[in-house]
């Protein structure tokens, strides 16, 4: 029977005693009704995974005794960078959490002119912690003991502007000639940009490929942006990494 997964932000090591803190304490009692001396596993997202005994539960005042740590990693060979534009509610979040489990090491969030959402500083705050919230649950459902890396909102232009790693980088076009998976292999990152519904005007798609982006195209119909961002994740760990 799988264990029980749980993200701990503290430091692991066996022999430790750590109390669950936010909202994994009253999951793990009150949800899962787990009880003292249930087995459960642990990860804090930087790698490796360690057994772990429930020790106590009083409410959501849970403790965890550490256990031994087994050094296993679930990561792509491929390292994925998805900067996508930010759309609507359930949509953003579908994007973070379907990312999470394709094995997307970072996640980008752009504010495009055609985004409908838009974030002051406090706003774009809330949200990133939002979404790394939906990153740490899919991580623990998923396996994957490193939690992807989620940047604060900037716009597009900022994000072209100041992206200086390194990766073969894709541009999302349903007019670009080139298929995705018609691609040559790419080096060992990559980076899509996907935009948000109404999609990238032409002036960003052509600031995108002036900092180095290329068009392809997944097929003849326009998916949906959320579509758009499972459909060419799962695509490009086909071909070049490890599904």
């Not at 409410?59 to 005794?65: C, H, M, N, R, Y």
């Not at 969030?109 to 985004?115: D, F, N």
Request: net charge positive; charged share 25%.
């Amino acid at each position: 029977m799988r264990l029980t997964r749980v993200y701990v932000d503290a430091t692991l090591a066996p022999g430790a005693r750590v109390e669950l803190t936010g909202g994994a304490g009253a999951h793990v009692s009150r949800v899962l009704r787990l009880r003292a001396g249930d087995e459960l596993t642990v990860f804090n997202g930087q790698g490796g995974e360690f057994c772990a005994r429930l020790d106590s539960a009083r409410g959501s005042a849970v403790t965890v005794l550490v256990g031994e740590a087994h050094d296993l990693e679930r990561e792509s060979p491929l390292v994925l960078r998805l900067a996508q534009g930010i759309s609507r509610g359930e949509r953003m979040d579908l994007v973070v959490q379907k990312a999470t489990e394709l094995g997307v090491a970072e996640l980008l969030p752009v504010l495009t002119e055609r985004s409908v959402v838009r974030l002051d500083a406090q706003q774009a705050r809330r949200k990133a912690d939002h979404w790394r919230a939906i990153a740490v649950a899919a991580c623990e459902q998923s396996g994957r003991n490193r939690v992807p890396a989620i940047a604060a909102a900037v716009s597009l232009a900022q994000f072209l502007r100041e992206d200086a790693l390194e990766s073969t980088r894709l541009l999302l076009s349903p007019l670009a000639g080139v298929r995705l998976s018609d691609m040559p292999r790419p080096a060992r990152a990559v980076t899509v940009l996907i935009g948000p519904e109404g999609g990238l005007t032409p002036q960003e798609q052509e600031n995108a490929r002036s900092r180095g982006y290329t068009g392809v195209r997944m097929g003849p119909r326009v998916l949906r942006t959320e579509t758009a961002a499972i459909v060419a994740l799962t695509l490009l760990q086909r071909e070049f990494g490890d599904l």
